[in-house]
């Protein structure tokens, strides 16, 4: 097992930070210590398209990294890996906080951080054993998933390798160099997920190994990949001052996420200033006291107006991060929190909506209520509204958010406040200007989703369950077939189309032509489970093949669960054409 291919994907969707060329540090890391054990690793950071398939379809074992919004991005590509027999083993956040799902589209998954349990599972898989005692492990067993026990400690950071970002093919393009100094936040935001993962207390890596790190990149620009870059500030100021004095550390500038409250601190903020920080990414989440409230936040509007003086005095930008539409928010709140953002002087914001990510409480809480409205991974980024909120409709909070960013990133305040944030400033919402347009146009599809979408119900409706075409005699590939038995339920704004039977041709053109009239107009998401569904030949599967390519054009998602490998391989016509051109739906490869 010495070919290992590394894969961090980005979303279909679109998105503003996919045109932000930064991967998450923790496959590099991965992937660093394999490499220093004689592994050959290969890292990429893409959409599916992009990826260098020859080379996955070379490899001995497929590593790939999952967020919420990502998942189904990796789910496909694993899904067409292993239906071409290569190893798949998923890890990171969505997969820890929702094991059972991933583990249908992979063959391992590894829960939580995974710098203890990764190298020790590739080994086990090259002894052909099974990962029985690997913490955090999850496999199947006689057609089940096991999950071994989470494990205990957290890791500590001094054994972590610096990662080597020269395995990622396209690593001399990023803008800003990712460099992780810490782990773990001692805060409880209701809507963050980090806690969960990394634990509440805040673990460093040393400081020399930090200026180690920071030393290879001269003349570049890093951005700090914590949490909260200061949450310690002896050993922030520390760092810092360190930053200051070598000689070796010769940084262009660098940027952090902080809490508000680390302006109060003088001496920290002109460190902050001397050592280089040119831009603070800050959660302000809201200025509505009573969702600041409810997000557990411990922060005030006075701490978030008091923050943007404090940094603009020492001349930090500030990139102000908030969250719309908590129980406390109105229409008029988002309006206001527009005109607070210009008024205020913030130098770039980022207005996303409140998601519920799976492994917060606050999934928990909207899931027993009944109130999220899709389940589409894919659109939880922060985009796209998919819950109900408690004061306004999903397609208001949806409307009035494109229309904040919009008004924030409007001509007018490109320039307003240049006196204040600056040129560079300026440039930044020009861009905004920009991006907020085109994300505006590419997702009016959502809004039109949300007025019309007329199916949530929590428990299986069925639409319509029918057996198509018996066989017509004396037809030799219909003689093979049998009547195909057809269902279509919707449970949670989700088609499931059930298909079983023996089809030909002609049938599959019935079905074709039943689906255009029953599909309901305004969906998201389809899943058609395939698994009893075999062809009478292969040119029926070849139909088929290219029905789905036809229905993924109609369909956002698309999802095609098959059991045999066979089967999977007689859909997969994708390989043989000369640019790898994925097909539109996702696979879900039943093997066990
Ligand atoms: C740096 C960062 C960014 C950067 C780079 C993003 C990128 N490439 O995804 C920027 C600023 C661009 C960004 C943007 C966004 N981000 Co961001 N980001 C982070 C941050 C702060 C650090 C990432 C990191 O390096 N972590 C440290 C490494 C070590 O962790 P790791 O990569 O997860 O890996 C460990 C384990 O997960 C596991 N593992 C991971 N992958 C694999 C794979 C295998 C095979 C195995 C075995 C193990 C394994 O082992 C690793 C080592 O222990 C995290 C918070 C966090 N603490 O992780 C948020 C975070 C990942 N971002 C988040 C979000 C929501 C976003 C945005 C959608 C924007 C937004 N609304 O704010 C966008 C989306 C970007 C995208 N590409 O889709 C959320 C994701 C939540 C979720 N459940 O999906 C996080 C967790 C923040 C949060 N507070 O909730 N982000
Ligand atoms: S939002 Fe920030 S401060 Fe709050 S828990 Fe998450 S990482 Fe900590």
Same mark, same amino acid.
């Given at each position: 097992?010495?070919?290992?291919?590394?894969?961090?994907?980005?979303?279909?969707?679109?998105?503003?930070?996919?045109?932000?060329?930064?991967?998450?540090?923790?496959?590099?890391?991965?992937?660093?210590?394999?490499?220093?054990? $004689?592994?050959?690793?290969?890292? =990429?950071?893409?959409?599916?398209?992009?990826?260098?398939?020859?080379?996955?379809?070379?490899?001995?074992?497929?590593?790939?990294?999952?967020?919420? +919004?990502?998942?189904?991005?990796?789910?496909?590509?694993?899904?067409?890996?292993?239906?071409? #027999?290569?190893?798949?083993?998923?890890?990171?956040?969505?997969?820890?906080?929702?094991?059972?799902?991933?583990?249908?589209?992979?063959?391992?998954?590894?829960?939580?951080?995974?710098?203890?349990?990764?190298?020790?599972?590739?080994?086990?898989?090259?002894?052909?054993?099974?990962? *029985? $005692?690997?913490?955090?492990?999850?496999?199947?067993?006689?057609?089940?998933?096991?999950?071994?026990?989470?494990?205990? +400690?957290?890791?500590?950071?001094?054994?972590?390798?610096?990662?080597?970002?020269?395995?990622?093919?396209? &690593?001399?393009?990023?803008?800003?160099?990712?460099?992780?100094?810490?782990?773990?936040?001692?805060?409880?935001?209701?809507?963050?997920?980090?806690?969960?993962?990394?634990?509440?207390?805040?673990?460093?890596?040393?400081?020399?190994?930090?200026?180690?790190?920071?030393?290879?990149?001269?003349?570049?620009?890093?951005?700090?990949?914590?949490?909260?870059?200061?949450?310690?500030?002896?050993?922030?100021?520390?760092?810092?001052?360190?930053?200051?004095?070598?000689? *070796?550390?010769?940084?262009?500038?660098?940027?952090?996420?902080?809490?508000?409250?680390?302006?109060?601190?003088?001496?920290?903020?002109?460190?902050?200033?001397?050592?280089?920080?040119?831009?603070?990414?800050?959660?302000?989440?809201?200025?509505?006291?009573?969702?600041?409230? $409810?997000?557990?936040?411990?922060?005030?509007?006075?701490?978030?107006? *008091?923050?943007?003086?404090?940094?603009?005095?020492?001349?930090?930008?500030?990139?102000?991060?908030?969250?719309?539409?908590?129980?406390? #928010?109105?229409?008029?709140?988002?309006?206001?929190? +527009?005109?607070?953002?210009?008024?205020?002087?913030?130098?770039?914001?980022?207005?996303?909506?409140?998601?519920?990510?799976?492994?917060?409480?606050?999934?928990?809480?909207?899931?027993?209520?009944?109130?999220?409205?899709?389940?589409?991974?894919?659109?939880?980024?922060?985009?796209?509204?998919?819950?109900?909120?408690?004061?306004?409709? +999903?397609?208001?909070?949806?409307? *009035?958010?494109?229309?904040?960013?919009?008004?924030?990133?409007?001509?007018?305040?490109?320039?307003?406040?240049?006196?204040?944030?600056?040129?560079?400033?300026?440039?930044?919402?020009?861009?905004?200007?920009?991006?907020?347009? @085109?994300?505006?146009?590419?997702?009016?599809?959502?809004?039109?989703?949300?007025?019309?979408?007329?199916?949530?119900?929590?428990?299986?409706?069925?639409?319509?369950?029918?057996?198509?075409?018996?066989?017509? &005699?004396?037809?030799?590939?219909?003689?093979?077939?049998?009547?195909?038995?057809?269902?279509?339920?919707?449970?949670?704004?989700?088609?499931?189309?059930?298909?079983?039977?023996?089809?030909?041709?002609?049938?599959?053109?019935?079905?074709?032509?039943?689906?255009?009239?029953?599909?309901?107009?305004?969906?998201?998401?389809?899943?058609?489970?395939?698994? $009893?569904?075999?062809?009478?030949?292969?040119?029926?599967?070849?139909?088929?093949?290219?029905?789905?390519?036809?229905?993924?054009?109609?369909?956002?998602?698309?999802?095609?669960?098959?059991?045999?490998?066979?089967?999977?391989?007689?859909?997969?016509?994708?390989?043989?054409?000369?640019?790898?051109?994925?097909?539109?739906?996702?696979?879900?490869? =039943?093997? @066990?």
């Amino acid at each position: 097992m010495k070919k290992i291919v590394l894969i961090e994907p980005q979303s279909k969707e679109d998105h503003v930070y996919k045109h932000v060329l930064m991967p998450r540090l923790g496959l590099p890391i991965l992937g660093t210590q394999l490499k220093q054990e $004689g592994y050959q690793v290969s890292f =990429h950071l893409g959409k599916g398209d992009s990826l260098p398939w020859s080379k996955l379809l070379d490899a001995d074992l497929v590593g790939i990294s999952t967020t919420t +919004a990502t998942c189904r991005e990796a789910y496909q590509i694993s899904g067409l890996l292993r239906s071409n #027999d290569i190893p798949v083993i998923i890890g990171g956040i969505h997969a820890s906080f929702i094991p059972d799902e991933a583990i249908q589209f992979a063959d391992y998954i590894v829960r939580g951080e995974a710098e203890e349990y990764f190298l020790p599972l590739v080994r086990a898989l090259e002894a052909g054993q099974e990962p *029985e $005692g690997i913490p955090g492990v999850s496999y199947w067993k006689n057609g089940k998933p096991v999950h071994n026990p989470p494990q205990q +400690a957290a890791i500590d950071m001094d054994t972590l390798p610096i990662p080597d970002l020269s395995m990622m093919d396209n &690593a001399n393009k990023m803008l800003s160099i990712p460099v992780m100094t810490s782990r773990g936040c001692p805060y409880n935001c209701s809507f963050c997920c980090v806690t969960k993962m990394f634990g509440h207390r805040y673990r460093f890596r040393c400081t020399e190994k930090v200026l180690q790190e920071l030393a290879q990149f001269p003349g570049k620009h890093v951005f700090f990949s914590d949490d909260n870059f200061v949450a310690n500030t002896k050993r922030s100021k520390e760092l810092m001052r360190e930053m200051i004095e070598r000689p *070796e550390i010769k940084i262009k500038g660098w940027g952090a996420q902080v809490r508000a409250d680390a302006s109060y601190d003088d001496e920290l903020m002109e460190l902050m200033a001397r050592s280089g920080c040119s831009i603070v990414y800050i959660g302000f989440e809201s200025i509505n006291p009573e969702t600041l409230k $409810g997000y557990n936040k411990k922060q005030s509007v006075d701490d978030i107006k *008091e923050a943007i003086r404090r940094f603009h005095e020492y001349g930090i930008r500030i990139h102000g991060m908030f969250v719309l539409g908590g129980d406390g #928010d109105t229409v008029e709140t988002i309006r206001e929190t +527009a005109d607070f953002a210009v008024e205020a002087k913030i130098d770039s914001v980022q207005f996303m909506m409140l998601t519920p990510m799976p492994g917060t409480p606050f999934f928990d809480q909207l899931e027993s209520e009944g109130r999220i409205i899709n389940y589409d991974w894919s659109l939880y980024d922060g985009h796209y509204a998919v819950f109900k909120p408690a004061l306004m409709s +999903a397609a208001e909070m949806q409307d *009035e958010t494109l229309r904040a960013l919009k008004k924030f990133y409007s001509l007018s305040n490109i320039f307003k406040n240049v006196p204040v944030t600056g040129w560079a400033s300026a440039l930044y919402r020009a861009i905004g200007f920009g991006l907020t347009r @085109h994300f505006a146009y590419q997702s009016r599809w959502y809004s039109g989703f949300l007025k019309h979408q007329p199916y949530t119900s929590s428990e299986p409706v069925t639409l319509f369950s029918r057996k198509l075409q018996a066989p017509v &005699a004396g037809d030799r590939e219909a003689e093979a077939s049998s009547p195909l038995m057809v269902s279509l339920t919707e449970q949670k704004g989700i088609l499931y189309l059930k298909i079983r039977g023996i089809a030909d041709n002609l049938q599959l053109k019935e079905l074709n032509r039943t689906l255009e009239k029953a599909l309901p107009r305004h969906y998201n998401q389809l899943v058609i489970n395939a698994e $009893g569904l075999r062809f009478a030949s292969e040119k029926a599967a070849a139909g088929f093949a290219s029905y789905l390519e036809k229905l993924g054009t109609r369909v956002r998602r698309l999802q095609v669960v098959i059991k045999a490998e066979k089967q999977a391989r007689s859909l997969l016509n994708w390989k043989q054409s000369s640019r790898f051109k994925l097909p539109r739906y996702e696979l879900l490869v =039943h093997k @066990h």
